[in-house]
């Protein structure tokens, strides 16, 4: 069993930055892939990105070349780092562990957390 908390969400302009953080609990935590999905009101959950144990990352197309996901194994944590933000970025934010070989599907992930509001005003 993992338990993730998201956190580092809030109001920004457009145009600006935000940095989530994911802390995960467990001793197992670098045996893990990791995603960020978000999900808008009215829409269905979207993949963000992903990371693999070894660092490999995978981008949704809407945000390539302005998020960046991270981990840091040693403090059990994921990171997005969001640039450049756009009103339709505005979602909730989840990250999830992967255990499926399709990393941008939701059904390969486990584990959610409970998300995190990120609001971008234009």
């Known amino acids: 069993q993992v338990q993730l908390v998201e956190s580092g969400g809030g109001l920004v302009q457009a145009g600006g930055s935000l940095r989530l953080h994911c802390a995960a609990s467990?001793?197992?935590?670098?045996?893990?892939?990791m995603g960020w999905f978000r999900q808008a009101p009215g829409k269905e959950r979207e993949f963000v990105a992903r990371?693999?144990?070894?660092?490999?990352?995978y981008y949704g197309d809407s945000v390539k070349g302005r998020f960046t996901i991270s981990r840091d194994n040693a403090k059990n944590t994921v990171y997005l780092q969001m640039n450049s933000l756009k009103p339709e970025d505005t979602a909730v934010y989840y990250c999830?562990?992967?255990?499926?070989?399709?990393?941008?599907?939701?059904?390969?992930?486990?584990?959610w957390g409970q998300g995190t509001q990120v609001t971008v005003s234009s």
């Open positions: 990371i693999s144990r070894s660092g490999s990352t």
């Open positions: 467990g001793r197992t935590f670098s045996s893990y892939a």
């Open positions: 999830a562990v992967n255990n499926g070989i399709h990393y941008s599907t939701a059904a390969s992930y486990v584990y």
